[in-house]
């Protein structure tokens, strides 16, 4: 059976709310608001899916172990690898931060995306 999540009817309220932290990632200044709603958690395929949503700010990410494909669904962000120029993103936007990517991420509205993490 196929799994189905309409994303567009999916809200905070609806997700679980926890703090941007490490290890997932370090946030730079005051703590920043997150919610996910875990779609899909693959043990043995090493694959998790869901719906993740942040409130601005700017963190530190390091995709050590695994890397992670996103697509955004709403808001706004620049992330900018280390030693590289700055990347705007915005909806519509498919990103891929592979195993190993360093960097910072600046949330500058509201951020709503689609996650895949993969090792």
């Known amino acids: ?33 997150t919610t996910y709603l875990e779609v899909f958690s ?21 995709f050590t172990d695994s890397g992670e494909v996103i697509y955004v669904i709403s808001g706004r962000m620049t992330v900018t690898e280390d030693g590289k120029q700055p990347q705007q993103i915005e909806p519509g936007d498919l990103v891929i931060f592979p195993v190993g990517w360093q960097g910072f991420w600046e949330v500058t509205e509201p951020l709503k995306k689609v996650y895949v993490i993969f090792e």
Do not use: N, Y
Not at 1 to 24: F, K, N
Not at 42 to 62: H, Q, Y
């Open 1 to 33: 059976m196929a799994i189905v999540c309409r994303t567009g009817s999916v809200t905070r309220a609806d997700q679980t709310h926890t703090p941007l932290e490490l290890p997932l990632a370090d946030p730079l200044g005051a703590d920043i608001a």
């Open 42 to 62: 693959g043990k043995a395929s090493s694959l998790d899916v869901g719906i993740w949503e942040t409130d601005p700010g700017r963190s530190r990410w390091e």
